[in-house]
């Protein structure tokens, strides 16, 4: 099984800030590597898929990039709705999509 | 606007089996992967399984042996069935589509429904 490894777990940072957002995979799987959004009581939200393409309607400040095990999620110019949790996951290994343990963006 | 909406029990006793719909709106089941996936504090997000638009499946291996995925078309509805429930299986469950390739993301996701295996 393909394990996906959030780093950092939580984040605290302030409106207007650029963050980043870390997933490795525990074996490569080439561009097989998506995120998505988490706010509380609600599912979770396509953000980028295949690594850097964005999903319609996903602000221009969120952004992927990275190959093989190491990704990066990045968001610039943080606003109020972004605060939420963040998950990776890929999708190399079908019917394992495994999901990382996510990462909680907090002001 | 492509909408899902799964619905079910909300509680079900331990062994017994749990059923779920999700009725898809706006898309063709017949179109895209349809998938499964649930959501719990200890194990997080967890891929269940999917149903291809042809009707084939494929489960998570760790489930294999008590997870059913179906399609009614005539509804556009899928469905899952799982047995011989525990406590393990608490979760909230989601329906999801997935791409016209095996591989693709879930794009579009139901709103969950949240299961209790409990007595």
């Known amino acids: 099984d393909i394990q996906m490894t959030q780093s950092p777990s939580s984040l605290s940072a302030s409106l207007g800030d650029s963050v980043t957002i870390n997933c490795r995979a525990s074996?490569?799987?080439?561009?097989?590597l998506h995120w998505y959004q988490q706010s509380p009581g609600k599912a979770p939200r396509l953000l980028i898929q295949s690594v850097s393409n964005l999903q319609n309607g996903v602000p221009s400040r969120f952004s992927g990039s990275g190959s093989g095990t190491e990704f990066t999620l990045t968001i610039s110019d943080l606003q109020p709705e972004d605060f939420a949790t963040y998950y990776c996951q890929q999708s190399y290994t079908t019917p394992m999509y495994s999901f990382g343990q996510g990462t909680r963006l907090e002001i | 606007q492509v909408q899902l909406q799964e619905s079910g029990p909300g509680v079900v006793r331990p062994s017994e089996t749990l059923s779920l719909t999700c009725t898809v709106s706006g898309a063709s089941i017949s179109v895209h992967y349809w998938n499964w996936i649930r959501q719990s504090p200890e194990k997080g997000l967890e891929s269940i399984g999917f149903i291809s638009y042809d009707g084939s499946t494929k489960y998570n291996p760790s489930l294999k042996s008590r997870v059913t995925i179906s399609v009614d078309r005539s509804k556009n509805q899928l469905s899952l069935r799982m047995t011989s429930v525990t406590a393990a299986d608490t979760a909230v469950y989601y329906c999801?589509?997935?791409?016209?390739?095996?591989?693709?993301?879930?794009?579009?996701w139901g709103q969950g429904t949240m299961v209790t295996v409990s007595s």
């Open positions: 999801a589509r997935g791409g016209l390739v095996i591989d693709d993301a879930f794009d579009v």
């Open positions: 074996q490569s799987i080439s561009t097989h």
